[in-house]
């Protein structure tokens, strides 16, 4: 069984790298902002509080993240493994994990502050379905349309330049030092999250002595 957790901040590629990962590794790829998308997309309590949150472009609370990560891990469908992204933010968090689970390692993707703002700035969300788009790699065929069902692509409510400042604040205050937390206890890999999404993904399993990605073994 593998354990792992990915971090880095928005616009790094966790998703991206977390999904190729579970696909081919037989893991269960945990997403705690999708786990707080379709809570808000129900309308949910949870979702009305993560609504009000988000929109202020401050992280959701420890409490409510630590529910959420708590109840989906209690569900055990991941008979193979799991890789969480989106936890934990901060040093309690961390703390909160580590006593709780005993993981394989850590994934940290490293992106310039810079490169972020591109990346988020370009993001799109279909209206509809929630299939997500990003206007540098992966524009529609028709323009704000999406391809699979056609619903009008809209930017994300908390991808504007007001509130991603805030979380790039809170981001180098809070998440990076629980990195420190991380490097003294598991094996960590540090990764340059500016390459391409195959490079990323072969470094990650080659520090982690994991089999290469299908793509590039062909």
């Not at 991380?182 to 390459?195: H, T």
Request: charged share 30%; proline share 3%; with cysteine.
């Amino acid at each position: 069984m593998r354990k792992f957790v990915i971090m880095g901040v928005q616009g790094s590629g966790k998703g991206t790298q977390a999904k190729l990962m579970a696909d081919e590794l037989d893991l269960v790829h945990i997403s705690v902002g999708d786990v707080f998308r379709w809570n808000v997309q129900n309308h949910t309590k949870i979702g009305a509080q993560v609504r009000r949150i988000v929109a202020s472009g401050h992280l959701v609370g420890d409490d409510l993240v630590e529910s959420v990560v708590r109840a989906r891990l209690t569900e055990h469908d991941w008979n193979y493994g799991f890789i969480i992204d989106g936890f934990p933010r901060n040093a309690r968090q961390a703390e909160f994990f580590l006593e709780s689970y005993d993981i394989d390692g850590v994934i940290y993707l490293d992106l310039p502050d810079e490169e972020v703002v591109r990346r988020v700035l370009a993001r799109r969300l279909c209206s509809r379905c929630g299939l997500d788009y990003n206007l540098i790699a992966s524009r529609p065929q028709i323009e704000d349309t999406c391809d699979v069902c056609g619903g009008a692509l809209v930017t994300r409510s908390d991808d504007n330049p007001e509130a991603l400042a805030v979380r790039l604040s809170e981001y180098h205050a809070k998440t990076r030092p629980v990195m420190e937390i991380f490097q003294r206890k598991e094996q960590v890999a540090v990764v340059d999250a500016r390459r391409s999404v195959l490079e990323v993904q072969a470094e990650i399993r080659d520090q982690f002595a994991l089999p290469s990605p299908r793509a590039m073994a062909r």
